[in-house]
């Protein structure tokens, strides 16, 4: 069973950095899609970032435009999502998600992701 656990969620400031990780175990993640969701206060969870796990290519979301950063580790089994410039609206719980099946149509889709890690708080103060 495929298993996420996320951390580096913190409180920073306008204009910090934050590098979040996601541990991920429980299978070999060949032709997976790995991705970062996350949910704003009232909204709902929102694609951010999914990478392909076999070939490393990387899908953002329209509004990330260049702040934030997909990578993976295949050694270390490590998914991360840097994120650069923050803003106070890029408070949010950020999830870490997998897909089994990857493919690049339903990339963005919250349904398409087969398991979900408990989150990780990213609050970012004016």
């Known amino acids: 069973q495929v298993q996420l656990v996320e951390s580096g969620g913190r409180l920073v400031q306008a204009g910090e950095s934050l590098r979040l990780s996601c541990s991920v175990s429980?299978?070999?993640?060949?032709?997976?899609?790995m991705g970062w969701f996350r949910r704003q206060p009232g909204k709902e969870r929102e694609f951010v970032a999914a990478?392909?796990?076999?070939?490393?290519?990387?899908f953002y979301a329209d509004f990330v435009k260049g702040r934030f950063t997909i990578s993976r580790d295949s050694v270390k089994k490590t998914v991360y999502l840097r994120l650069n410039n923050l803003k106070p609206e890029d408070t949010a719980v950020y999830y870490c998600?997998?897909?089994?099946?990857?493919?690049?149509?339903?990339?963005?889709?919250?349904?398409?992701?087969?398991?979900w890690g408990q989150g990780t708080q990213v609050t970012v103060s004016s």
């Open positions: 429980g299978g070999t993640f060949s032709g997976y899609a």
């Open positions: 998600a997998a897909d089994r099946s990857f493919t690049p149509y339903t990339i963005a889709t919250v349904s398409a992701y087969d398991s």
């Open positions: 990478i392909n796990w076999n070939s490393g290519s990387t």
